[in-house]
């Protein structure tokens, strides 16, 4: 079977029609942050505690706000799931004595004569949210730096690292970007969403780089624009074919995968979507702009 | 008689698959075992434990614990490394006096503890034990009319216990060399001498008993020889006074001394349930902490979340790799086939390797293996693709085969290389969780290269050499 036959797509030559798309999708991610007034950060960076509890019958939701807050608790996000009677309650504070509001939320329907059962907490304090938010900015940037040295290094030329990474940001950006228009959270699970989509992302992209440092050699007299361009439509059928089973395996963990892994999937889901659509349209035009630019300054 | 090179290739991949069903017998074992066989085992501590594949808490249920120092309160003689290994080393005492099975407790970064105890069914219990600085006190009361007086100031501003403790006016009124402190369940206020006659750590033994005042539960207390001499000299001096016996701040009970005690026995009394006489007999055998410290950071999941993660993960997993074996059989037919012998190969040795270096296993990481053997795929799809230009350009089958392995080759190295890259970071940021997904990640690639590449390749070549094809069909 074969999905793809040969293809001849002028890739590079519409390059201004991928480039303005991208554009809009970073401008509507813009846009998006603003308006929510940056990232929706979850407790593990804000500081903050969350609670899950799991009800014999889940009280409804405009009751379950009133009792919490005759009790005291003033404001919390409730998220509830009413297949598995579960609700959550998180609260998002910098306040260090925050750990003490388990006992409260438990104390309050205690008193209803409410039947539940704690199934988790999450309490983190102002200072771990403070070193979690480091260490993930850190490690993304390291991470990052580590594909440029590497890339730069295989390929001679830090245009391919730097372009691939380029790519790269815009996947993650955009990922952002979906995720801040659905008002989802950046939590831990989050963050290790975007890393590993970093690392499919480049992958994908290197893939191509391969392809066309191979064409280089091996058609020197062909134009630049027409290697690029070779380059993709030969590994356009490998791209999709991955991005396929990869994809396949995701739409699964988003749909069965339960509650724990479901923004984890949604980002990647996503991501991979875009990190595929950047290695075809977003990668290769970079790397051409860059050397016509470099070409022409000699 | 000499092996063929083919051979030799066919024998390693025995090995290596012979080998990992050896490793992961053990964990198969354990999940056939009824529950009552495992708490056996648990309770036996049996080697097997040893050779399972290692849950996370976010599977197995149980409590993570940041713990933070609070270093103002060391005396500054002692060195900031010292207490915390201190704190380390009785934390450690309580933890195992309380029955936790392999329980994790090390030190992060300059002052923080990491704490985690799986299966634990109760986590406020354990939040209490860990986090108690249990400081034993005895000090002796102050003069009562002094007491009377601050009580009579008390009732006239109206204060409750607490305000009362944080008001100026109030505090003026203590002597100096005095403090107030409260009783247990903040009803009453003593006032007690701020430097203590003995601490708790001259003890030795701390134990529950039954049948003290009104049949209730009670703790008795053995001081070691000097303590001993210690407690002596302050209750012979101090007849018909009262002693405040002081845990962390709060005063448990304040009986008259009627004699003096020679022996280094002493009993704390103060309307304890059996479970709390039981929980401060365990921390003052423990030891005090030579600092308080904090909780900062807290993750507890109950055994039943864990549960339903372990059953949605494994069966969304299973249904995703499913769905990529079957669209590879139907879109590269036979080949599609050996792509798959490698996939489940991969995941053979994956779940060998958990095993064999006892890495956890945790929900992220359950979708990290399905993740990572999606990603497996890549690289026959990067082969066999190269396999169909080469026969394309009209190679013989044989001939393109060498061609496409080794011209793939390459790239599968680069690609898988730099989001291995990407793994590394990901181990480095990673909490519990994350670290179990990037351990997935990491040996799914590694493995990968083997599979995929060099078990794939010897599947082709003796199916070439015994005649079994003629073609590639692809």
């Known amino acids: ?298 | 008689m000499y092996m063929t090179r083919l051979q030799i290739k066919g024998l390693v991949i025995i090995v290596v698959l012979a080998l990992s069903l050896y490793f992961i017998y053990p964990t198969i074992k354990w999940y056939l075992m009824s529950d009552i066989e495992r708490a056996n085992a648990e309770k036996m501590r049996d080697k097997i434990l040893n050779k399972i594949i290692n849950l996370g808490l976010d599977l197995k249920g149980g409590i993570h614990l940041v713990l933070e120092l609070d270093d103002s309160k060391i005396s500054s003689e002692t060195d900031l490394t010292d207490a915390l290994d201190r704190v380390i080393e009785i934390i450690r005492n309580r933890v195992d006096q309380f029955g936790v099975t392999e329980p994790i407790i090390v030190r992060q970064g300059e002052k923080w503890i990491v704490v985690e105890l799986p299966g634990i069914k109760n986590p406020e219990t354990a939040k209490n034990l860990i986090g108690k600085t249990a400081l034993l006190e005895f000090k002796l009361l102050g003069p009562s009319e002094k007491l009377s007086s601050i009580n009579e100031k008390i009732r006239q501003l109206g204060l409750n216990i607490t305000e009362a403790r944080n008001n100026p006016e109030i505090l003026a009124l203590v002597p100096t060399g005095y403090v107030l402190l409260p009783g247990k369940n903040e009803e009453s206020l003593y006032l007690v001498k701020s430097s203590p006659e003995i601490t708790g750590a001259y003890l030795v033994n701390a134990r529950t008993r039954l049948g003290g005042q009104f049949g209730l539960p009670y703790v008795s207390l053995d001081f070691n020889k000097e303590g001993a001499k210690i407690f002596a000299t302050v209750t012979g001096a101090n007849i018909d006074k009262n002693l405040a016996i002081v845990l962390d701040d709060v005063v448990q009970s304040a009986p008259v001394i009627r004699s003096r005690i020679p022996d280094g026995k002493a009993i704390i009394e103060g309307n304890f349930t059996e479970e709390e006489a039981k929980f401060l007999a365990t921390i003052l055998r423990a030891g005090s902490l030579p600092a308080p410290v904090k909780i900062i950071e807290e993750r507890s999941i109950g055994p039943t979340l864990g549960e339903d993660s372990i059953q949605k993960g494994t069966i969304s997993s299973i249904l995703g790799l499913l769905l990529v074996i079957i669209f590879m059989i139907i879109y590269y037919n036979i080949s599609g086939v050996i792509a798959n012998i490698a996939l489940i190969l991969n995941f053979i040795i994956l779940l060998a390797s958990l095993a064999l270096f006892r890495f956890t296993l945790t929900l992220p990481g359950i979708a990290g293996i399905a993740l990572t053997l999606g990603m497996a795929i890549d690289a026959n799809v990067l082969i066999l693709e190269r396999l169909r230009d080469e026969l394309e350009l009209g190679k013989t089958p044989r001939v393109a085969l060498d061609l496409g392995y080794s011209r793939a080759l390459t790239t599968i190295i680069d690609s898988n290389l730099t989001t291995l890259i990407a793994a590394v970071f990901l181990f480095q940021f990673g909490t519990g969780p994350i670290k179990g997904f990037a351990v997935t990640l990491t040996l799914g690639i590694l493995i990968s290269m083997f599979t995929a590449i060099f078990v794939t390749k010897t599947i082709y070549e003796f199916m070439f050499q015994e005649n079994l094809i003629r073609k590639v069909k692809l």
Request: proline letters at 2%; glycine letters at 6%.
């Open chain 1, 1 to 298: 079977m074969k999905l793809i036959g040969k293809t001849n797509i002028d890739f590079i030559g519409k390059r201004y029609i991928s480039i303005s798309f991208s554009i809009l999708l970073i401008l509507i991610t813009i846009v998006s942050l603003i308006i929510h007034k940056g990232p929706n950060l979850g407790i593990d960076f804000t500081g903050g505690i969350l609670v899950q509890i799991k009800f014999k019958q889940l009280p409804k939701l405009l009751e379950l706000r009133n009792i919490l807050s005759e009790g005291g608790i003033n404001n919390p996000e409730l998220k509830t799931f009413p297949g598995i009677n579960s609700v959550i309650i998180q609260i998002k504070t910098k306040q260090e004595e925050s750990e003490q509001i388990t006992t409260k939320i438990k104390d309050i329907f205690l008193k209803k004569n409410i039947e539940f059962n704690v199934e988790r907490v999450e309490f983190v304090g102002p200072k771990i949210g403070k070193y979690l938010s480091n260490r993930a900015i850190l490690s993304i940037l390291l991470s990052f730096l580590g594909i440029i040295i590497y890339v730069a290094l295989r390929f001679k030329s830090s245009i391919w690292g730097v372009s691939g990474v380029i790519a790269l940001i815009h996947d993650v950006f955009i990922t952002m970007g979906l995720l801040s228009i659905l008002n989802r959270e950046i939590t831990l699970n989050v963050i290790a969403a975007l890393l590993t989509l970093a690392g499919y992302s480049i992958n994908d992209t290197i893939v191509i780089f391969d392809r066309i440092r191979e064409n280089l050699t091996l058609q020197r007299k062909e134009p630049l624009d027409k290697i690029l361009n070779i380059s993709i439509n030969q590994t356009l059928s490998r791209t999709i074919i991955t991005s396929l089973t990869v994809e396949l395996v995701l739409l699964v963990l988003f749909l069965l995968g339960g509650e724990v892994i479901h923004d984890f999937a949604l980002s990647l889901l996503f991501g991979c979507f875009i990190g595929t659509y950047s290695s075809i349209f977003i990668a290769s035009p970079i790397v051409y702009e860059w050397i016509l630019f470099r070409t022409k300054r000699k």
